[in-house]
C-alpha cells in the first residue's frame, strides 16, 4: 500500500486564499518531500523537509512535519491560479532502502 | 540545456505487442526510475537503477524490463505480459539513488493499447 496519503483528494480556492493540503503516512522515514505535477507533465520537485526538522519555508511555500503524528503539511498562501496542480507527497522511509514512495496527490484548483 | 527527456509523448500499441519507450538524461546522474501513473493516482515505481549495468525491481515490474548500458539512458520495455499496460510512464533521475536526493522527471509517455 502507499506509504504517503494526502488530503484532501480536491481542494478549489479562490485565488489570494491559502491553501493547505496534508500528507500521513505509516512508518518511519528519514525525509519528506513534496511535488508539483502540472496536468499531463512530469512532477517538480518543491520542498524537502527532514525528520528532524518540523518546519520549513520556501517563497510562498510552507512546511510542516509532526514525526510523532506520522504527518506533514504543505501551505501554499496567497495563492495564485498558476498554482493549479496536483501536489504529492513522497516519504523516504527508513525501511525503503532509500526510495522514494510516493502518495496519491491532492488536486488543487485556484479560481482566478 | 541540460534535463531529462523521454519519447514519444504518446504511443500507441496493439495488444500483443511489445513497446519501448525512451529516457535520456544529460544531467550527469547516477540514478534512473521508471513510474508508471495511473489516472488520479500516485506514482507506482517499476524499476530503478543506481549505476550502469545495475537495475533494480519496483513495487509493479511484472509485465516491463530495462536495461542502463549507458549512463544517460534507461528505456523501458511495456511486454505483452502487461495486462493492464495504458497509462502515463514517468522517468526520473537523481544524482544518486538515496531518498535525500531531488528526482528530475521527464515530461512522460502516455501509453494506449487499442
Known amino acids: 500500500s502507499q506509504q504517503g496519503e494526502e488530503d484532501p483528494q480536491a481542494l478549489s480556492i479562490q485565488e489570494g486564499e491559502n491553501a493547505t493540503m496534508n500528507c500521513s503516512y505509516k512508518t518511519s522515514i528519514n525525509n519528506l518531500q513534496w511535488y508539483r505535477q502540472n496536468s499531463g507533465r512530469g512532477l517538480v520537485h518543491l520542498i524537502l523537509?527532514?525528520?528532524?526538522?518540523r518546519e520549513k519555508h520556501s517563497g510562498r511555500l510552507r512546511v510542516t512535519l509532526d514525526t510523532s503524528k506520522k504527518s506533514s503539511s504543505l501551505l501554499i498562501t496567497a495563492s495564485r491560479a498558476a498554482d493549479t496542480a496536483s501536489y504529492f507527497c513522497a516519504t523516504d522511509a527508513e525501511t525503503s532502502g532509500s526510495r522514494l514512495t510516493f502518495g496519491e496527490g491532492t488536486q488543487l484548483t485556484v479560481n482566478p | 540545456d541540460g534535463g531529462i527527456t523521454q519519447s514519444p509523448k504518446y504511443l500507441f500499441r496493439k495488444e500483443g505487442q511489445n513497446v519501448t519507450l525512451s529516457c535520456e538524461q544529460n544531467?550527469?546522474?547516477?540514478?534512473m526510475y521508471w513510474y508508471r501513473q495511473d489516472p488520479g493516482q500516485g506514482l507506482r515505481l517499476i524499476y530503478y537503477s543506481q549505476i550502469v549495468n545495475d537495475f533494480q525491481k519496483g513495487d509493479i515490474a511484472e509485465g516491463y524490463s530495462v536495461s542502463r548500458e549507458k549512463k544517460e539512458s534507461f528505456p523501458l520495455t511495456v511486454t505483452s505480459a502487461q495486462k493492464n499496460p495504458t497509462a502515463f510512464y514517468l522517468c526520473a533521475s537523481s544524482i544518486m539513488a538515496i531518498g535525500t536526493d531531488t528526482q528530475y522527471f521527464g515530461p512522460g509517455t502516455r501509453l494506449t493499447v487499442l
Open positions: 523537509i527532514r525528520s528532524n526538522e
Open positions: 544531467l550527469n546522474h547516477d540514478a
